[in-house]
Nanobody, 111 residues
Framework: QVQLVESGGGLVQPGGSLRLSCIASGIIFRIADMAWYRQAPGKEREAVATITSRGTTVYAESVKGRFTISRDSAKNTVYLQMNSLKPDDTAVYYC?????WGQGTLVTVSS
C-alpha cells in the first residue's frame, strides 16, 4: 500500500521561502516518478513540479526559477524548495505518485 506523507507547510511572508517534504512508503522509490501539485481555494488542482526516477525535472511556468524539486532515494523523500514566494502561491500542496495522493500541506503566503 502506497503512502505519502507531506510536511513543511506554514505561513510565510511574500518573498520568503519554505521547503516541503514528502516521505513515500510502499513503493520502490528509486524507480518512481514523483510530483508536487497544488490546489488554491476555488481553483482546480494543478501540477507544480515533477521529477522522474532519473532526476529529470519539469516545472509549471508560474514557478520556474523560484521552485526546485529534488529527491533523496536513501530517505524515500521528495522535496520542494520554494523561494521568492508570492501570495498567488497560497494553496494546499500535494505529493503524488503511482495514482496515490498525500494528505496535503497548507502553504499560506501573506503579510
Amino acid at each position: 500500500q502506497v503512502q505519502l506523507v507531506e510536511s513543511g507547510g506554514g505561513l510565510v511572508q511574500p518573498g520568503g521561502s519554505l521547503r516541503l517534504s514528502c516521505i513515500a512508503s510502499g513503493i520502490i522509490f528509486r524507480i518512481a516518478d514523483m510530483a508536487w501539485y497544488r490546489q488554491a481555494p476555488g481553483k482546480e488542482r494543478e501540477a507544480v513540479a515533477t521529477i522522474t526516477s532519473r532526476g529529470t525535472t519539469v516545472y509549471a511556468e508560474s514557478v520556474k526559477g523560484r521552485f526546485t524539486i529534488s529527491r533523496d532515494s536513501a530517505k524515500n523523500t521528495v522535496y520542494l524548495q520554494m523561494n521568492s514566494l508570492k501570495p498567488d502561491d497560497t494553496a494546499v500542496y500535494y505529493c503524488y505518485t503511482s495514482r496515490v495522493w498525500g494528505q496535503g500541506t497548507l502553504v499560506t503566503v501573506s503579510s
